[in-house]
């Protein structure tokens, strides 16, 4: 069996790696065990590394390590790939195939597993969610989710109370956040605030409801100062006005193998643009510490990543390929396992639900709260 990780690290990726080792190990139908540095790479470089006897103690350590033991990688799988990396699997011997990751990660392993079809190599591929951003199609909800929306809730109430208490210093706060082409992220920053405390609540600038330009959110923010003396604003780093264009600036600074472009910043764009019109704003920026702190790794989380991992593992030794392991919620309210096609995840964004969005665009509805407030765990 192989095993690799790719995409953005989280908090719980590493749960995920174990559930699978230890499914593998204690089905005593997979002899070895290996780990692929960074991602799918690893395969065309044959980077692996033997995990077959890692004890009990260092596994133990590492299921609430963040981020990616194995190493972490973004590469796009040409067709000229396909060969070669089938080539390095019969050579190693590789019967099973389980890969970590979001929709760029399930449409490698939907390439893999289709023309290993083709070559009639009998080769598993299974394909493990994990995406802070939220955004796969077909699972109530991603791995590393949870533990982003705790850390963003409480991030958020700190900042809240801080910029409650110092109007006359600053009176705007923007407090940006991953999440790419979805609001998932953006709207867990309403979590900071619930019961007695909601009329404290951030105001939310969602991707699926973009302004018209920015002046409309200067005038937003002034109707929120004027009500409250101050306003936090929870902005997505991908922030886009309704004619497509980044308020951080319209030349991406970076673009990955998958053609998805990293702009500047639209928190420091637009504090800029708030103190010009005479109110004074900051902006804080989390980061990648949003995505994979272990402080805040959320225990509902951690014990759902590991048990998609151990599923995926007992799937591809049964003998189902090109699936990936979801979560569905169940009658009582909890979550289920199941296995659903990798094409149907492959490349595709679940926006944030509309059911979900306030009829201002710009706060979140008591169905959103009922969705993620269980997914921060028993201590949010």
Not at 279 to 290: E, F, M, Q
Request: proline share 5%.
């Amino acid at each position: 069996m192989l095993i690799g990780q790719s995409g953005g690290a989280t908090a719980v990726i590493n749960a995920s790696l174990i559930g699978a080792l230890e499914a593998a190990l204690d089905s005593g139908k997979v002899g070895r065990i290996l780990g692929m540095r960074h991602g799918i790479e690893g395969v065309l470089k044959r980077d692996f590394i033997d995990l077959t006897s890692l004890s009990q103690e260092r596994r133990n350590l590492l299921r609430l390590t963040p981020s990616s033991a194995l190493g972490t990688g973004r590469y796009k799988v040409t067709p000229d790939d396909l060969d070669p990396i089938l080539d390095q699997l019969a050579r190693d011997d590789v019967r099973y195939l389980l890969y970590i990751g979001g929709n760029d990660s399930a449409d490698t392993v939907h390439k893999l597993a289709m023309h290993a079809a083709r070559r009639d190599q009998n080769l598993a591929f299974m394909s493990i969610p994990k995406t802070v951003d939220n955004d796969l199609a077909e699972t109530h909800h991603c791995p590393g989710y949870g533990s982003v929306c705790r850390y963003i809730a409480n991030f958020t109430r700190d900042a809240i109370y801080d910029t409650f208490a110092s109007p006359q210093l600053y009176a705007v706060k923007f407090i940006e956040v991953m999440g790419r082409d979805a609001g998932w992220v953006t709207a867990a920053g309403a979590l900071a605030m619930t019961g007695d405390e909601a009329d404290l609540a951030p105001l939310l600038l969602l991707p699926e409801r973009p302004p018209r330009d920015t002046d409309e959110i200067v005038a937003l923010i002034k109707d929120d100062v004027a009500r409250r003396g101050w306003s936090v604003v929870v902005v997505p780093e991908t922030l886009q006005d309704a004619s497509g264009r980044y308020v951080g600036g319209d030349t991406p600074n970076f673009v990955d193998s998958f053609g998805h472009e990293y702009y500047a910043s639209p928190g420091a764009a637009l504090s800029q643009v708030l103190t010009s019109a005479g109110l004074r704003a900051r902006y804080d920026k989390p980061g990648t510490s949003a995505r994979m702190s272990n402080v805040m790794a959320s225990s509902v989380d951690l014990a759902e990543a590991e048990a998609l991992g151990a599923e995926a593992a007992r799937l591809a030794i049964a003998g189902e390929t090109a699936k990936m392991t979801a979560l569905r919620q169940n009658d009582q309210g909890g979550m289920d396992i199941v296995a659903v096609p990798v094409e149907r995840v492959a490349n595709r964004v679940r926006l944030l639900d509309d059911a979900f969005i306030g009829v201002d665009g710009h706060s979140v509805t008591d169905a959103f709260h009922d969705y993620a407030l269980p997914l921060l765990g028993p201590d949010p």
